[in-house]
Nanobody, 126 residues
Framework: QVQLVESGGGEVQAGGSLRLSCVSSGFRLTHNCVGWFRQAPGKEREGIGMIATGPDNTYSYIHKSVNDRFSISQDVATNTVYLQMDRLAPGDTATYSC?????????????????WGQGAQVTVTS
C-alpha cells in the first residue's frame, strides 16, 4: 500500500521560508515521479513541481510562477522529497499535497498522478 505523508507546514511571515517534506512508503523514488500541488481556498489546484530519479540522472521541474523562489529535491536513501519555499508571500497560502506517479514524470497535471498525500497547510501572514 502506497502512502505519502507530508510534514513541515505551518504559519510563517511574509518573506520567510518553509521546507515541506514528503515521505513515501510502498513507493520507491527511483524510477518514479513525485510532485507537489497546492490549492488555496476558492481556487483551483495548481501544480508546483515534480522530480524523478532514473538510472543515470535526476529530472526536476518547477513551475515558472514559483521557480525563482521554490525548489524541489529528494533523498532516495530515505524515500523523501522536499519542497523548499523561500520568500514566501500571502499568495502562497494553500494546502500543499505530495503526489506520486508510477514511472517517469509526464505532465504536471492532477490526472497524471495516482497517489496523493493528505496535504500540509501553509499559511503566510503579512
Amino acid at each position: 500500500q502506497v502512502q505519502l505523508v507530508e510534514s513541515g507546514g505551518g504559519e510563517v511571515q511574509a518573506g520567510g521560508s518553509l521546507r515541506l517534506s514528503c515521505v513515501s512508503s510502498g513507493f520507491r523514488l527511483t524510477h518514479n515521479c513525485v510532485g507537489w500541488f497546492r490549492q488555496a481556498p476558492g481556487k483551483e489546484r495548481e501544480g508546483i513541481g515534480m522530480i524523478a530519479t532514473g538510472p543515470d540522472n535526476t529530472y526536476s521541474y518547477i513551475h515558472k510562477s514559483v521557480n525563482d523562489r521554490f525548489s524541489i529535491s529528494q533523498d532516495v536513501a530515505t524515500n523523501t522529497v522536499y519542497l523548499q519555499m523561500d520568500r514566501l508571500a500571502p499568495g502562497d497560502t494553500a494546502t500543499y499535497s505530495c503526489v506520486g506517479r508510477d514511472h517517469s514524470c509526464s505532465l504536471l497535471r492532477t490526472t497524471e498522478f495516482r497517489y496523493w498525500g493528505q496535504g500540509a497547510q501553509v499559511t503566510v501572514t503579512s
